[in-house]
């Protein structure tokens, strides 16, 4: 799956809510943004695999035909070059709406994180100092490879 689909709430949300005026980070609000993009890693790694899994098993499409039609299933002109079958493009279509359900309920759990757990405004502290701060950065990834041990297929 592709990377950008869980990028933009994030970004949307970064301008949506308001930027504080300390830009302090504590250890405690490092530790909480962590945990919350540890969880968005998780979830996402989850729809990866899902779909992988998908795709293995299906009898209709081989992982490789997969990649190379769900680039070009929205333009007719291609799938008819690359000789798509009706049965192929259902199934790309069909793991596609599978994706974007699951990348809704990702980017509503990214939002609620930011908001609930994190907070609207030390969210986007901590992120606008993990881009400028060397040394937060640092004990950030140490914190998010701490995290990750824990993690389903993520080694």
């Given amino acids: 799956m592709k990377a950008k689909f869980f990028i933009i709430p994030i970004l949307c949300l970064l301008s949506i809510v308001a930027f504080t005026q300390d830009a302090t980070v504590t250890e405690e609000e490092l530790t909480r943004y962590a945990t919350a993009m540890d969880s968005i890693n998780e979830m996402s790694a ?6 992988t899994e998908l795709v293995k098993n299906n009898k209709v499409v081989t992982a490789t035909r997969y990649n190379e039609i769900s680039k070009i299933i929205s333009d007719e002109t291609k799938l ?10 259902a199934f790309v279509k069909e793991l596609a709406a599978k994706r974007d359900s699951a990348t809704v309920q990702i980017n509503a759990a990214v939002q609620s994180l930011a908001k609930d757990f994190v907070g609207a ?3 986007n502290k901590v992120r606008k100092a993990l881009s400028t701060d060397a040394e937060l950065k640092g004990k950030y990834e140490a914190l998010m490879a701490e995290l990750a041990k824990d993690n389903p297929g993520v080694q």
């Fill in 46 to 51: 989850e729809v990866k695999e899902m779909i």
């Fill in 121 to 123: 405004a030390t969210f």
């Fill in 80 to 89: 008819a070059e690359a000789k798509a079958t009706p049965e192929e493009i």
